[in-house]
């Protein structure tokens, strides 16, 4: 077998595992969250036509009514076809993880998302992102073509190596026309107070407006908390920048377990006053049940 036999079979293999597993949750727990909350929530404006009691008032076209001297309504149909947008972020630090890495969770969670569209004949689509935008399959239909999502998330090899979320956000809000679902799955790693954490909230909102958005924030045990190894060495996986750190020492220790969970309450609570939706995981514990409450308590809240 040639070597690139060799690899094309490793392949299949990854994404045939993903799929077999992916159908099982689908079946057993997940399809009709997801169902229930988004199908049908899509609309078109359809025509105007005169007010009549019981009409929504919120639906009133004042433009027309100011024309025509009497209350007109927009109606509009409901999308039977819905599309998804699943952006990963692909830069540096996802590769890390104590157990599994944030990488491999993204995979299996937009396996999830994007098996679930095409279980409801929904469009799916899938952008990679680091500093760049590094790949964009456009939404369409079919098993075949949620295989390829897939494999190109397990496969792709990121040119880029820093997080650019104001840059990649704008993307997409250029190229999603009609409103859609999108899932963004990132550690969304960046400090807690700065500008650039700043520009990335007000990208997250814009996306927002236009869209149903949620975020997927993937999080490491480590990265909250360091067990006492002596002299440790870490590297920053995105700038290469090298720290040695005495994890003998309590009272630094601490003072970086309580910065960093500072952090991570800090960016959700950022999120929730947005009221943008955030779900957040941990690669050492089961997602599936985390994901099915999310979208159930999703349900409760919208209505």
């Not at 937009?110 to 399959?137: M, W």
């Not at 920048?241 to 960016?267: A, G, P, W």
């Not at 049940?289 to 999703?298: D, I, T």
Request: net charge positive.
């Amino acid at each position: 077998m040639s070597y690139n036999n060799e690899i094309t079979r490793k392949i299949l293999k990854h994404v045939r595992r993903l799929e077999i597993g992916t159908d099982r949750l689908l079946d057993d727990q997940l399809i009709g969250a997801y169902k229930s909350i988004f199908k049908g929530q899509g609309i078109d404006f359809e025509e105007v036509r005169e007010y009549a009691p019981g009409d929504d008032v919120r639906t009133i076209d004042w433009n027309v009514t100011a024309k025509m001297d009497r209350p007109f309504i927009k109606k509009f149909k409901e999308e039977r076809e819905l599309t998804m947008m699943i952006i990963v972020d692909m830069s540096g630090s996802m590769d890390f993880g104590s157990s599994r890495s944030k990488r491999e969770i993204a995979t299996e969670l937009a396996s999830l998302f994007a098996f679930s569209a095409n279980k409801n004949n929904d469009k799916v689509g899938l952008i990679l992102f680091t500093n760049i935008v590094e790949k964009l399959i456009k939404p369409d239909k079919g098993r075949k073509h949620s295989l390829r999502i897939i494999r190109d998330i397990l496969f792709h090899k990121p040119a880029g190596n820093g997080t650019d979320f104001v840059g990649t956000l704008g993307y997409v809000n250029n190229i999603l026309k009609r409103r859609s679902i999108i899932f963004i799955i990132s550690d969304f790693a960046t400090d807690e107070m700065n500008q650039k954490s700043d520009d990335m909230i007000r990208a997250l909102k814009l996306t927002d407006r236009h869209h149903d958005l949620v975020c997927v924030k993937v999080n490491d045990p480590r990265e909250t908390f360091i067990p006492n190894v002596g002299i440790l060495t870490l590297e920053d996986m995105e700038t290469g920048e090298i720290l040695e750190v005495d994890t003998s020492n309590k009272t630094s220790i601490r003072r970086y377990t309580k910065l960093m969970q500072e952090r991570e309450e800090y960016f959700c609570d950022r999120l929730n006053k947005a009221k943008i939706d955030v779900l957040s995981l941990s690669t050492d514990e089961p997602y599936v049940k985390s994901l099915e409450n999310f979208l159930h308590a999703r349900k409760k809240r919208r209505g």
